[in-house]
């Protein structure tokens, strides 16, 4: 593969080649000298249309660590503000010489039509594409619970285990992205959302669905949470139409100490973040030793640094 635009465009073997390359990626990060001369002479552009601190930093740290020059393009600020087109922004990229371009954009498909649109000639990294698809937050996300559960897999993969989602699925390319993976490396998925966040035809996804977090503790046996935050930025009228208010939302599905402690022993915490703390999740349980929300950063690097690794050394293919 040349890109990387979905999960859904993973096989098994791929996603877990994904997975076993970050996991030697991370050992280098333990070193004095974390830096590997890997991409050296390679340009990688952060082309960010929207908002981010996590994916665009990591994404940075990510590619400097493996050698490469970096260009950060942010659409504040730039051409497109002045009404630049995704098209003559991607040319002129390509003018300057760039091997690969990690994009963020608020319209579901953005990075399959600069993937496939022959505007470029290298590697594109979805880093988030409107509800659509966010790859790399998937896989960093299966690489944590392997890392913590992996021993009580069925297998390499997450055979067996039971991943539960949290929130706001409607909007959710980080779900998504989560479930396609996750069912793909052997896990069973749990939706937790009301009626009103759950996309249509949910019912044909290989998940299964509860309405609130107190039913999902009641009737599965949970080995990773992850709790989602609601994006009122892509509601229309804000969540009036979505659900009640934010209080009866956090009574319904906020993870706080009670439904904390109702989880397995083993269960980790998970969030994308940012987080919302006292809506989705509670201070205590975000800041509890069964987080593993700080860690999903920092193996956030490892995940990509293995994927630019792996599209743009020309050693190796996904």
């Not at 002129?92 to 498909?109: C, N, Q, Y």
């Not at 609601?230 to 906020?254: K, V």
Request: net charge negative.
């Amino acid at each position: 593969m040349k890109h990387l635009l979905s999960t859904a465009d993973l096989t098994r073997d791929e996603a877990l080649h994904i997975l076993d390359t970050a996991q030697e990626m991370a050992k280098t990060q333990e070193r004095e000298v974390r830096k590997l001369p890997t991409l050296r002479g390679k340009t990688v552009v952060n082309l960010f249309f929207e908002d981010s601190t996590r994916t665009r930093i990591s994404f940075e740290v990510a590619a400097k660590r493996l050698s490469a020059d970096v260009i950060n393009f942010s659409a504040k600020g730039s051409s497109v503000s002045k009404g630049e087109s995704l098209k003559d922004t991607a040319l002129t990229l390509e003018a300057m010489g760039s091997d690969g371009i990690v994009i963020r954009h608020s319209a579901s498909g953005a990075a399959e039509r600069l993937a496939t649109s022959g505007w470029i000639q290298g590697s594109v990294v979805n880093a988030g594409d409107g509800t659509h698809q966010h790859p790399t937050q998937a896989l960093l996300d299966a690489f944590t619970i392997r890392r913590h559960l992996g021993e009580r897999s069925d297998s390499t993969g997450l055979d067996g285990l039971t991943v539960t989602l949290v929130g706001d699925i409607l909007h959710s390319r980080v779900a998504r992205s989560n479930i396609h993976l996750l069912t793909t490396l052997g896990a069973s998925v749990v939706l937790v959302a009301p009626p009103t966040l759950l996309p249509i035809g949910v019912e044909t996804w290989p998940v299964r669905v509860a309405h609130t977090l107190d039913e999902a503790l009641d009737a599965f046996d949970i080995d990773a949470l992850m709790m989602l935050r609601i994006q009122l930025e892509r509601m229309s009228g804000g969540g009036a139409a979505f659900f009640p208010s934010p209080a009866e939302y956090s009574r319904l599905l906020g993870l706080d100490a009670a439904r904390l402690a109702r989880l397995p022993s083993h269960a980790i915490i998970m969030h994308p973040g940012p987080m919302n703390r006292g809506l989705e999740i509670s201070a205590e349980a975000a800041d509890s030793p069964r987080s593993v929300i700080v860690e999903q950063v920092s193996n956030g690097v490892a995940v990509r640094m293995a994927v630019l690794y792996l599209l743009l050394a020309g050693e190796a293919e996904l």
